[in-house]
């Protein structure tokens, strides 16, 4: 009896689009920024009929076209559309769109997904940096606070608008290498059934022929329409996700200073030295920062309805553990008000006993006052 043909997953039509995210202010006038742009420049307009209705993006990120580049990865260069998106909490996202040369078997772009996702990119980020630096340098009056911080977020998404085979999304989830591809996985020890289903169980279609699989580094689409809606509400997500990175870093040193602080203004000493109005003022100012960009990033993206996209970005905000690094950001901004009220107190209580003991200062001035002049 002949076995039947192996089913080929081969790419007609695809690109690998490629992030890098960076922090580089705490805010960014969009409007100046602009102004201020001399490349080819547009707002983002999700493009969707139901994501229009479902999704609203009050201050839409600003996008910037590089031009051609040469990426460098470990099989050398490879050519690549760069472009770059600015949002208005400070995040610079560069994305290099590579194109996925016809007749690609998914199976092939494995090991360039683990390259990507499982390994160490130098190159690849401090070529990403170096862009989204210049583009900083360039757009300085329209920064707020500008910073460098070391930390970045990557990402990949392979989108594919047509396979050479056509099929349905429960085809593909079935029998193409999905869950291997979002992974990176190469060895030829084929995936435990529950990590495979904790992949392909974020899968999402709306249409029988389309196909999105979210992972926690990486993507899978089909989509035939050629719409970017979905890869833009990733890098949305990304975003927010790499801003309360920061966020957290900055808390976390921000609370160890201020310890260390605290430990060196010990003593009546520092009641003369203001150390205690110092530190509430640099508490108090970073408390209201933080304060702002919880406003910012929950005004980003307003889920407005239930359609399709809104679940697919809701699911993919959960699939980031996004609410995880928001409580770890919410609990140590927590810790900080609580130490700015207590050195809140510790400086009332400290002027209080300053009061005290200048009113038994005069007091006892005035008895040997009166001892002296009468005696």
């Known amino acids: 009896m ?9 790419v007609a039509d695809g690109t690998l689009l490629v992030y890098r995210l960076f922090d580089v202010a705490d805010a960014l006038d969009l409007t100046r920024a602009e102004a201020l742009v001399g490349a080819p420049r547009s707002r983002l307009k999700l493009e969707g009929a139901q994501t ?12 910037v076209a590089l031009g051609p580049r040469q990426v460098p990865l470990a099989g050398g260069l490879r050519p690549a ?12 996202s560069v994305v290099y769109r590579l194109p996925i ?25 401090q070529a990403a940096r170096a862009e989204a630096e210049e583009l900083a340098r360039a757009l300085a009056p329209a920064l707020e606070r500008p910073h460098r911080w070391e930390g970045l977020e990557t990402y990949q998404v392979f989108y594919v608008r047509r396979l050479e085979q056509p099929a349905s999304a429960p085809e593909v989830l079935a029998g193409a290498p999905i869950a291997e591809l979002l992974l990176g996985e190469t060895s030829e020890v084929p995936l435990s059934r529950d990590e495979r289903s904790d992949v392909l169980g974020h899968a999402y279609s709306y249409l029988a022929e389309d196909l999105a699989v979210v992972d926690w580094n990486s993507a899978f689409l089909l989509e035939p329409s050629g719409v970017g809606d979905i890869p833009d509400l990733l890098e949305f997500a990304t975003a927010h996700l790499l801003e309360l990175r920061y966020y957290d870093a900055l808390l976390d040193r921000e609370l160890h200073a201020i310890y260390d602080a605290l430990d060196a203004a010990r003593g ?4 003369f030295t203001r150390r205690h109005v110092s530190l509430q003022r640099r508490t108090a100012a970073l ?21 399709y996209l809104a679940r697919l970005y809701q699911s993919s905000v959960r ?25 809140k107190g510790t400086a009332d209580r400290r002027r209080g006993e300053l009061l005290e003991l200048t009113v038994i200062l005069l007091i006892t001035w005035e008895i040997l006052y009166a001892l002296f002049r009468h005696g």
């Open 81 to 92: 559309e760069a472009s770059a998106r600015l949002f208005d909490y400070g995040v610079v």
């Open 319 to 343: 699939r980031f553990r996004l609410p995880a690094w928001q409580e770890s950001v919410l609990r140590k901004e927590r810790l900080l008000s609580g130490v700015n009220e207590l050195m």
């Open 2 to 10: 002949q076995e039947p043909a192996r089913r080929s997953w081969r």
């Open 287 to 307: 408390l209201l920062e933080i304060s702002e960009m919880n406003e910012r990033l929950e005004n980003a993206i307003k889920i407005v309805g239930d359609f």
């Open 52 to 63: 229009t209705t479902a999704l609203d993006i009050p201050r839409p990120p600003l996008h």
């Open 268 to 271: 009546l000493s520092d009641v």
């Open 101 to 125: 040369a016809p007749g690609t078997e998914l199976s092939e772009l494995i090991p360039l997904s683990e390259e990507l996702s499982a390994q160490a990119t130098p190159a690849l980020d």
